[in-house]
C-alpha cells in the first residue's frame, strides 16, 4: 500500500527545491526586480534591460573577481533602476500634485 501524496504546504521545506538557486548578485538582483515591478516602474518595455541584467548579474556570480563585467553589470543596474521621465520620480510627482492642487486653490490664488 502506498501512502497518498501530501500537497505542498506554504512554507514547507520540501518547496523550496522548486526554486532556481541563484548567487548573491542574481539573488539581489531579483529583489530589486521585484521592488520595482510593484511599484509600477517596470513595464513590458523594460524585458530586454531586464534580461540583461540577469544575465551579467550570473555571469557575475560565476566569476566574480572579473572587473570587466562589475563595470557592465553596475552600469546595467543603475540602468533599470534610473527613473524615467515615463514613470518619474514619485516624490516629485507628489510635490508636483500639491504645488498644482494650491495653485488652482482660489483661498492660494494671488489677486
Not at 1 to 28: L, V
Not at 47 to 73: F, H, K, N, Q
Amino acid at each position: 500500500m502506498t501512502k497518498p501524496a501530501n500537497p505542498k504546504k506554504s512554507g514547507d521545506i520540501s518547496s523550496i527545491s522548486d526554486r532556481p538557486i541563484y548567487g548573491p548578485q542574481r539573488t539581489a538582483l531579483e529583489s530589486t526586480i521585484a521592488a520595482l515591478e510593484s511599484d509600477g516602474r517596470l513595464a513590458g518595455i523594460d524585458r530586454a534591460r531586464v534580461e540583461i541584467c540577469r544575465g551579467l548579474a550570473t555571469m557575475l556570480d560565476a566569476e566574480p573577481e572579473s572587473a570587466a563585467l562589475w563595470r557592465e553589470y553596475r552600469a546595467a543596474e543603475k540602468s533599470l533602476r534610473e527613473e524615467s521621465s515615463e514613470y518619474g520620480d514619485p516624490f516629485d510627482a507628489l510635490v508636483a500634485s500639491i504645488r498644482d492642487t494650491a495653485v488652482r486653490d482660489e483661498k492660494n490664488s494671488a489677486k
